[in-house]
């Protein structure tokens, strides 16, 4: 299993990134997926995730509103969108995966069982 995030850069506060993860080794049908960000000092939160059994759609509380994740099953490729950026958006963003692919809301908060290398996401103010 492998996943590569991609697509951070330097943002002005307000702007807008899409982040994409490219997965390989594994399909979407069948493990869970997400995204998860940590900045520094700070301890790993979850943002998304996208559970494989129904495709159902989780967001972490603090993350509703400006986070949209989507994912293109049939290129294995994860994205999340990030609208109205703040500072404290300024994260390493990761995009990982979990085995078991249902109900994947509890894993925001416990972590997957693989992780890509993250994308630096900075935001000027």
């Known amino acids: 299993v492998q996943l590569q995030a991609s697509g951070g850069g330097l943002v002005q506060a307000g702007g807008s990134l899409r982040l994409s993860c490219t997965a390989s080794g594994f399909t979407f049908d069948d493990y869970a997926i997400g995204w998860f960000r940590q900045a520094p000092g700070k301890e790993r939160e979850g943002v998304s995730c996208?559970?494989?059994?129904?495709?159902?759609?989780y967001y972490a509380d603090s993350m509703k509103g400006r986070f949209t994740i989507s994912s293109d099953n049939a290129k294995n490729t994860l994205y999340l969108q990030i609208d109205s950026l703040k500072p404290e958006d300024m994260a390493v963003y990761y995009c990982?995966?979990?085995?078991?692919?249902?109900?994947?809301?509890?894993?925001?908060?416990?972590?997957?069982?693989?992780w890509g290398k993250g994308t630096q996401v900075t935001v000027s103010s």
């Open positions: 990982a995966a979990h085995r078991q692919g249902y109900g994947c809301y509890g894993r925001l908060r416990y972590g997957m069982d693989y």
């Open positions: 996208i559970s494989a059994n129904n495709g159902n759609i």
